[in-house]
C-alpha cells in the first residue's frame, strides 16, 4: 500500500514541488468533473502539496497557461503526472513537447515528467472494485469472463500492454479475461463479450480501463449493452487506488537522481 507521505529534501526547508495533473480534455463535461474529483482526493491524502490540474485539448486551463502562470506566481518545480494508463502518443510526444516549449519560456522552472500510470496492481485493484460495485460477487470469479475494455491506441506498444495486463489478470481467479478496444484496434467490446459467451463463460463482465466518461466510454458501454453482457461496471474515475498510483507515481518523480539536478540559470 502506498501511504501519503510529506516530501523533505536536504537542506532549508524547501515547499514540496506542485503536482500537476495533465489530462486529456473533452467535450464532455463529465471529463473534467471527473479530473477535478480526483485532484481533490489528492489534495486529501497529501494536504502539504499544492494540486493543479490541466488539460491538453478542450478543457480550461491548457497545460501551457498554467504552467505560465505557476512560473510567473514564482514556482520552481513542478511534476506533471499524465492522466494516462499506457505509454502511447500523448505521452512519448504530446506531453514532453508542451514541458519542453514550457521549460524554454521559463527557464527558472524545473518540469519533470513522471511515468504513465499503467501497468500496475493498484488498477487491477481499481478495476475489480468498480466490477464489484456493479454487481460481480467475489465468489463469482471462477464463472465469470471479463472484457479489459479499453479506448485503443495505433501504438502497438500501447496494445502490447493491454494484452499483457489481461494474460496476468486471468490467473487471479477469473475464468477469462480478454481484451478490447472502442478504436484504432480490434477486437470490439461486443465482439469480445460474444467470444467469452461462445467459450462456455457463464457471465460476462465489461470493466472499462479508461479514467473518465466521454466518447469512447460511451462506445465501450454501447457495444457491452449490445452484446447482452451481463455487468457494465463504471470508469475509474476518482478510484481511491489511482489515487495513491498517482502519488506513488509523483514521489518516483522526486526521488529519480536528476531531480536534485541544479535549476538551469535564468
Given amino acids: ?29 463529465r471529463h473534467a468533473a471527473t479530473v477535478h474529483a480526483l485532484a481533490g482526493r489528492l489534495r486529501s491524502l497529501r494536504p502539504g502539496v499544492r494540486v493543479e490540474t490541466g488539460f491538453l485539448d478542450f478543457d480550461a486551463p491548457s497545460v ?31 506531453i514532453p513537447a508542451v514541458l519542453r516549449e514550457a521549460s524554454a519560456r521559463h527557464p527558472r522552472l524545473v518540469v519533470r515528467q513522471a511515468a504513465v500510470l499503467g501497468p500496475a496492481p493498484l488498477l487491477t485493484a481499481a478495476l475489480e472494485r468498480r466490477l464489484y460495485e456493479a454487481g460481480v460477487a467475489p465468489g463469482d470469479r471462477a464463472s465469470t469472463g471479463v472484457v479489459l475494455a479499453s479506448a485503443g491506441s ?4 500501447a496494445i502490447a500492454v493491454i494484452a499483457e495486463i489481461a494474460r496476468e489478470w486471468r490467473h487471479t481467479g477469473w475464468c477469462a479475461v ?11 467490446t461486443e465482439d469480445a463479450v460474444r467470444e467469452l459467451r461462445a467459450a462456455g463463460a457463464v457471465r460476462v463482465a465489461v470493466a472499462p480501463y479508461v479514467i473518465a466518461p466521454g466518447l469512447l466510454p460511451d462506445r465501450i458501454a454501447r457495444g457491452a449493452r449490445r452484446a447482452g453482457a451481463d455487468v457494465l461496471a463504471g470508469v475509474l474515475g476518482a478510484a481511491p487506488e489511482l489515487a495513491r498510483l498517482l502519488l506513488h507515481r509523483y514521489d518516483e518523480a522526486i526521488t529519480a537522481p536528476r531531480y536534485l539536478e541544479l535549476p538551469r540559470p535564468a
Fill in 1 to 29: 500500500m502506498f501511504l501519503p507521505r510529506p516530501v523533505r529534501l536536504p537542506g532549508p526547508l524547501v515547499p514540496p514541488p506542485v503536482l500537476l495533473v495533465v489530462a486529456h480534455g473533452s467535450r464532455d463535461p
Fill in 64 to 94: 501551457e497557461r498554467l504552467l505560465d502562470r505557476l512560473a510567473r506566481t514564482g514556482v520552481r518545480e513542478v511534476i506533471a503526472l499524465p492522466l494516462l494508463l499506457t505509454r502511447a502518443f500523448h505521452a512519448k510526444t504530446d
Fill in 154 to 157: 495505433s501504438d502497438p506498444e
Fill in 178 to 188: 480478454r481484451p478490447a478496444f472502442a478504436s484504432a484496434s480490434l477486437p470490439r
